[in-house]
């Protein structure tokens, strides 16, 4: 059993940077991939990126390309987003999700390949 506790999330305003973090307790796959998603209220939970802890690879979604990296600390257990020049449409409770590293195949961050999520950290930007 994978717990996972998100922290870091508050109110910044639009252009403004602010990272949020996952801490992962219990039995942590050496190989484990870990991501990012985020739900705004009436929304679909969107995929953010991923993170293959072995080895450090990353995805993106577009519309956060270039702008959020996801890191990671194994010594840790530790998963990182860090956010840059945050838009309103980036509100959204962000969640983080941890499963073996399976779930970092394919070209597409899909959620139900993550069996062990955490409660959530708010992010809201302010225009």
């Known amino acids: 059993q994978v717990q996972l506790v998100e922290s870091g999330g508050g109110l910044v305003q639009a252009g403004g940077s602010l990272r949020v973090s996952c801490v992962a307790s219990g039995y942590i796959h050496s190989r484990a991939c870990m991501g990012w998603f985020r739900q705004a209220p009436g929304n679909e939970r969107e995929a953010v990126a991923r993170i293959w802890t072995s080895s450090g690879a990353t995805d993106y979604a577009d519309s956060v390309k270039g702008r959020f990296t996801i890191s990671r600390d194994n010594a840790k257990n530790t998963v990182y987003l860090q956010m840059a020049s945050l838009k309103p449409e980036d509100s959204a409770m962000y969640y983080c999700?941890?499963?073996?590293?399976?779930?970092?195949?394919?070209?597409?961050?899909?959620?139900?390949?993550?069996?062990?999520w955490g409660q959530g950290t708010q992010v809201t930007v302010s225009s």
């Open positions: 999700a941890a499963d073996q590293f399976s779930a970092c195949l394919g070209s597409t961050i899909v959620a139900s390949r993550f069996g062990n």
